[in-house]
């Protein structure tokens, strides 16, 4: 192993031994030999009876759907992306009637936009909510300074915005996809694993403490310019009675086959994997989204190519030893590029240069798990990358 130089005492980052989650991603767990609450989770699925889930699903459905067709059967929000194409087929596959709710991406790609297109071909009613796009970069900057997240107003709008069409439109049922908190690990208690609700979104929905009533009055935000961003209230969901599945406790989820099916459907994907990721078909709607997952990084010291590459692990389709190596190289690089759009792109729409950009990430990287000279100042490569202090378990004997 490579000693510390650093004046700050650092201890080695500990990672699953079955797949090559760390230690630092929040709310995961580890048992005494060493695995993981997502692969136990992921264990624990061939003990469920899907038939008899597709049957609960059903039943469930046949409760909401508009009985006379006067109305939606229910609501799906959609992103355009990948789940969101097999979300979409899987209701019609059922015979069901879904209102689809896109809630904007803060900066659409090229390909996020052909997807869109390519989701309303299937034949599904659209619609595509986009807020003002000056207060989405006000909210895009204050995420970032504050709270280290350029997507924060998207991962908001993600959950408000479908739920707000349904009090508008008295569509009581939601169908949302899968529990993150099940695929990449996460506390989501038993109560939680079917219904996403109010408690669902404060506490897992990426929120990071930063409440959106906190926001009125910041850079002259209004409450109305903050509408589409907050969940309706209690009085209002309990008017039109509105709940909310994930469709992913009914149907056995998995990223790649949602896809498969998504491409033989005309989704499309690019000609390689994405800048920081392992893989060419998921996250590609969102030109802020290189940015987004480089504080991840930052913070906890892992990014979509150690997630995706669990996935992958748990399924037999890859092997430890070579993700740690593919982890080792494409994992939480500097984004300079996203979906091959530059840096500055983004950086510009949200009115910040590269070296306040710069500093901002700085604040936000957690100095314990990344490689500092003996000053304490943090080791990049010539590209602005840094270096973690170990990239799998250091075995005691090797201390
Ligand atoms: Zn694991």
Request: overall charge negative; hydrophobic content about 35%; some cysteine.
């Amino acid at each position: 192993m490579e000693m510390d130089k650093g004046v700050i005492m650092k201890k080695h980052i500990r990672y699953c031994c079955r797949c090559v989650l760390p230690e630092t991603k929040p709310d995961l767990s580890f048992d005494n030999e060493g695995v993981c609450s997502a692969c136990h989770y992921y264990e624990s699925r061939p003990t469920i009876d899907w038939e008899e889930r597709q049957k609960e699903f059903l039943s469930l459905v046949e409760q909401y759907r508009s009985k006379d067709g006067s109305n939606y059967d229910c609501i799906v929000p959609v992103s355009g992306g990948k789940d969101s194409t097999y979300q979409v087929l899987t209701l019609l596959k059922y015979g069901l009637r879904p209102l689809c709710i896109i809630a904007t991406t803060c900066q659409l790609s090229e390909i996020g936009r052909n997807n869109i297109e390519n989701l309303k071909g299937l034949g599904v009613d659209c619609i595509e909510y986009s807020t003002n796009p000056r207060v989405r970069s006000t909210l895009n900057r204050i995420g970032l300074i504050e709270v280290g997240d350029i997507s924060w107003p998207e991962h908001v709008a993600i959950f408000t915005v479908p739920v707000r069409v349904a009090v508008n439109f008295k569509i009581p049922l939601i169908v949302w996809g899968e529990n993150s908190q099940h695929e990449y690990g996460g506390p989501a208690s038993k109560a939680h694993d079917r219904v996403l609700d109010r408690r669902w979104l404060e506490e897992f929905g990426g929120l990071l403490g930063l409440r959106v009533s906190d926001l009125i009055g910041r850079d002259d935000l209004t409450v109305q310019d903050l509408q589409l961003l907050t969940y309706p209230s209690q009085e209002e969901l309990d008017h039109v009675g509105v709940t909310g599945l994930f469709l992913g406790h009914y149907f056995p989820w998995d990223g790649y086959a949602n896809a498969l099916l998504a491409q033989a459907n005309g989704f499309q994907t690019t000609p390689t994997a994405i800048e920081g990721s392992l893989v060419n078909y998921e996250n590609l709607d969102n030109i802020q989204t290189g940015i987004h997952d480089y504080f991840k990084f930052l913070k906890y010291g892992f990014c979509r190519v150690s997630d995706i590459a669990s996935t992958h692990i748990r399924r037999d389709r890859m092997r430890r030893d070579d993700a740690i190596q593919i982890v080792k190289a494409r994992d939480g690089t500097f984004p300079w590029t996203y979906l091959g759009y530059p840096l500055k792109d983004v950086l510009d729409r949200i009115d910040m240069s590269l070296d306040e950009f710069v500093k901002i990430c700085d604040r936000f990287t957690n100095k314990q798990i990344f490689q500092t000279d003996n000053r304490g100042n943090l080791i990049k490569d010539r590209l602005g990358n840094l270096k973690k202090i170990n990239y799998d378990n250091v075995q005691l004997s090797e201390l």
